[in-house]
């Protein structure tokens, strides 16, 4: 078996599963679907990729990335996008969303 980074088969970069019951759980994916991250690991950490804030019925605020195609727009820019961030990751402490990862939005 070769090391990650030294083999040219990039198949642990992601897969499509189009049997999916939920498939696309995100709308306006341009490049293969990756199903890969699922269930993002970003889930727990400070990431630049769009989420609201809500309290749970515990009382607990949470994410909710359900706006984020970040992990699942294509194999190889999924992937190096969760390294990324898994790098040096930072724990998530409840706050909303930065301005400077807010998406742009136009005003109509």
């Given at each position: 078996?070769?090391?990650?980074?030294?083999?040219?088969?990039?198949?642990?970069?992601?897969?499509?599963n189009?049997?999916?019951?939920?498939?696309?759980c995100?709308?306006?994916?341009?490049?293969?679907?990756?199903?890969?991250?699922?269930?993002?690991?970003?889930?727990?950490?400070?990431?630049?990729?769009?989420?609201?804030?809500?309290?749970?019925?515990?009382?607990?605020?949470?994410?909710?990335?359900?706006?984020?195609?970040?992990?699942?727009?294509?194999?190889?820019?999924?992937?190096?996008?969760?390294?990324?961030?898994?790098?040096?990751?930072?724990?998530?402490?409840?706050?909303?969303?930065?301005?400077?990862?807010?998406?742009f939005?136009?005003?109509?």
């Amino acid at each position: 078996m070769q090391p990650k980074d030294s083999t040219s088969n990039e198949s642990f970069k992601g897969f499509t599963n189009r049997e999916c019951p939920f498939y696309p759980c995100h709308q306006g994916v341009r490049r293969e679907f990756n199903c890969l991250f699922c269930y993002c690991p970003l889930i727990a950490y400070d990431c630049p990729g769009p989420y609201r804030v809500y309290t749970d019925k515990h009382g607990l605020r949470r994410k909710d990335c359900s706006d984020c195609r970040l992990p699942h727009d294509g194999y190889r820019a999924s992937w190096a996008f969760i390294q990324k961030w898994l790098e040096q990751p930072r724990v998530w402490d409840g706050h909303e969303q930065s301005e400077r990862y807010r998406p742009f939005r136009r005003e109509r």
